[in-house]
């Protein structure tokens, strides 16, 4: 194969990222030094990915994802990493665990999330645990073994309530590693245990916003890029939301309008200062939740009061049928990076486990275009490995060069995940989850 | 490069080794959970490096090293590992440093050396520190750059105190870090400093006793043996020490001579049960030291009232012109990993961050038998690195695939740092070393 292992940044207007990227250079011990201070105050969540958006002019999060997927898609070259670092959390949070349940989301149909189920699971393992899979299936009576297109095969056990501690046959786990993001709910099957849940029941969809998430992350974005003496702009999709929103019966229809006009023009301004020559977008989407369901691109204000029934259907409805009723407003960002000689649009995705940054991918896919969400029900991307690790970076290179781009990508996904390290820590103590004891 | 990048292990006799690492494979949850409940009580020193030598019927820990050099023989596709590693410790044990200055080993005209310190301090950069090298040379009297034969340069600073601090032209470190074994005896530059000293002095040559490690680690290793159901001498090298020698006086020889037959006795016993086809010898070495000085393989008591004047003042002299005068008797295990069409005698080198097993390289000899010492003064040895991780054991492979071959190493290599640990925490004790404050 002679394609590049890497993107290619498509837009002639590389010397605003070059900008970005070479602040970051140039402040790298004080980034990391700013990090650990953060990690103190804010220990990072168990793990994360991120998905993250590059114009050239911008590099900014979309998406932080708490349970995350497509383990399966990461490099193999960067498994020690991953094993490393599950020892690491492990260790400062809770180092008497030795078995641990791992509760899957219920998709046994996906076979790409079973993969990455396989892959978890074998890492954990690798990293000297004792997993099993406790899968939340209502109808799953009995032990199932599925057979993986990888040749791998998963045995999904039904997990089982024991006054307040869930367990498997013959199998008591220390720890109840969640993987499933809760958009159908809090399980009462996971309520009230005795047993540490990771991540807290609290940080399911069922609780969570992303309005929540991008708030705390515009506090972040405006400290770093004052650390690094850029405009917070280049690092954060500006984000507003309003109201109850019925797409159906066009109840808050007016208010969406609004404020999608309001963005539209505050986007025009700056495309204007940074002399960008492309169309600003806004991208509306259910407030809780998550796989890209319910997800709109929108040029003009003008276009929400054209949407016809199959739109505002789909808009009405996301995972396990939660129907939408709050939405946020994001600004889009393009993804200008490219792969392959049929330029696919390709999307980096990055992964953490505790606050380390262990690997990522790209979402490659054809038949889209720059301004368009790659992460869509049913959608099929092609995963793209990181060819290098995220935390090499090389002052001696150019700023862009591929180590640079790719701890830039790292550090940005660090901000994402400190966001959702303080909405932990706040639904802690709003909530005071039982599982997040000591 | 046609060559497997894994020595061969040419010892017919690869059952008993096959029986060492199906044990550790079949315990593998076990051990891991083991080694983290040790790391509890006794936190891992910040880097280590351990020379292993594996005899196929028995793999064991020969040298330890706390203040590793070798760092440039790594495998690039594990610097990621390291740097992880490092940010590990230092949130572990310092989270608030920030600069950290690097105090090498005087040895300006070791080329080999110098390009370990530069790979050292990249990944501290890396790891986001601000790290600069601090030499004790007591003829530096201004900065000298040294250009390496890898193109790098490498900038020596003269450490200078100031009241209770050490520091270079324009930095003030928060940490030092040692990577001087300290043979020469404590430099009075650093006692008594309030910045954290890592190691700390105590744990330089001028301070431990190898038979202090090597008591401990018989301890570590009897336990260890009992948690995986095998006999610890298959991973445990016999040794005897005795009191005072002067070889040039001929002082005390009647002794060595007396504990070598007795260990021999007990090896040929040992042999006899295990099958081995292969006479045993033993090592006599420098009980305090390391480079390699003034070692001796014996296979008969006799051969030490034999010894000639050239071998007396060699083995009176050790690094930096101390006399030996303590010995250490140890169990001589021979290496059977061979390398190359010349089947060259290979001999793992495991490197430790904190607790983490970062990656290793084999030293490898043309000139050299399997039961000679491969880290001899001046010795010039083919560094060939690690292949693989040594965190990726794979319990559906053979017992001596590859990962688990490495899986072995980092498990023996980490009982000898857990030996270290333990011998610091001791000193820790008995010497109350002001460095070593919370």
Redesign the interface.
């Known amino acids: 194969m002679s394609l590049s292992t890497v993107p290619h940044l498509t837009t002639a207007l590389t010397g605003p990222l070059q900008h970005i990227e070479s602040h970051l250079l140039d402040h790298?011990?004080e980034?990391?030094?700013w990090?650990?201070?953060q990690?103190?105050a804010t220990p990072a969540p168990f793990y994360g990915s991120v998905d993250l958006r590059n114009a050239g002019f911008k590099l900014a999060p979309v998406d932080t994802n708490l349970f995350p997927a497509g383990f399966n898609n990461l490099n193999e070259?960067?498994?020690?990493?991953c094993?490393?670092?599950i020892?690491?959390v492990i260790?400062r949070v809770c180092?008497?665990v030795?078995r641990i349940v791992l509760v899957p989301e219920n998709h046994t149909r996906n076979r790409f999330y079973l993969e990455s189920v396989a892959t978890l699971a074998g890492l954990i393992?690798?990293?000297?645990?004792?997993v099993r899979i406790g899968s939340l299936l209502p109808d799953l009576a009995s032990p199932q073994t599925i057979t993986l297109d990888s040749g791998r095969s998963l045995l999904l056990e039904p997990l089982q309530r024991r006054g307040n501690r869930v367990c498997l046959d013959n199998f008591d786990p220390c720890l109840v590693l969640l993987n499933n993001d809760l958009s159908g709910g809090r399980p009462a099957l996971l309520e009230g245990l005795e047993q540490r849940v990771l991540p807290p029941l609290a940080l399911g969809w069922s609780n969570r916003l992303k309005s929540g998430h991008f708030t705390q992350y515009r506090a972040i974005a405006e400290a770093f890029a004052n650390l690094v003496e850029i405009d917070p702009w280049l690092i954060d999709p500006i984000f507003r939301n309003c109201g109850e929103i019925d797409f159906m019966q066009r109840e808050g229809e007016e208010c969406l309008a609004h404020h999608t006009s309001l963005m539209l023009n505050s986007l025009r301004d700056k495309y204007r200062e940074y002399g960008i020559d492309h169309d600003p977008f806004v991208v509306i989407k259910a407030d809780a939740g998550t796989y890209g369901m319910g997800v709109m691109t929108v040029t003009d204000a003008d276009q929400l009061h054209a949407l016809n029934r199959k739109q505002r259907t789909r808009m009405s409805s996301a995972k396990e049928g939660m129907a939408v009723s709050h939405v946020i407003l994001q600004e889009g960002v393009y993804s200008f990076e490219t792969w392959g000689p049929q330029e696919a649009v390709a999307e980096p995705v990055v992964y953490l486990i505790d606050h380390?940054v262990v690997g990522g991918f790209y979402r490659v896919h054809k038949g889209r275009g720059p301004n368009e969400n790659l992460n869509a029900p049913g959608m099929h991307f092609e995963p793209l490995a990181f060819a290098d690790?995220c935390?090499?970076?090389d002052a001696s290179r150019a700023p862009d060069a591929e180590p640079n781009r790719f701890y830039a990508y790292g550090v940005i996904a660090r901000l994402a995940l400190l966001a959702a390290a303080r909405e932990a820590a706040a639904v802690a103590e709003t909530h005071l989850d039982p599982t997040e004891g000591g």
Chains 1, 2 share one sequence.
């Open positions: 790298q011990a980034i990391e030094h990090f650990r201070s990690w103190l070259a960067f498994h020690p990493l094993v490393q670092a020892q690491s260790e180092p008497r030795a393992a690798r990293a000297g645990f004792e380390f690790s935390n090499l970076p």
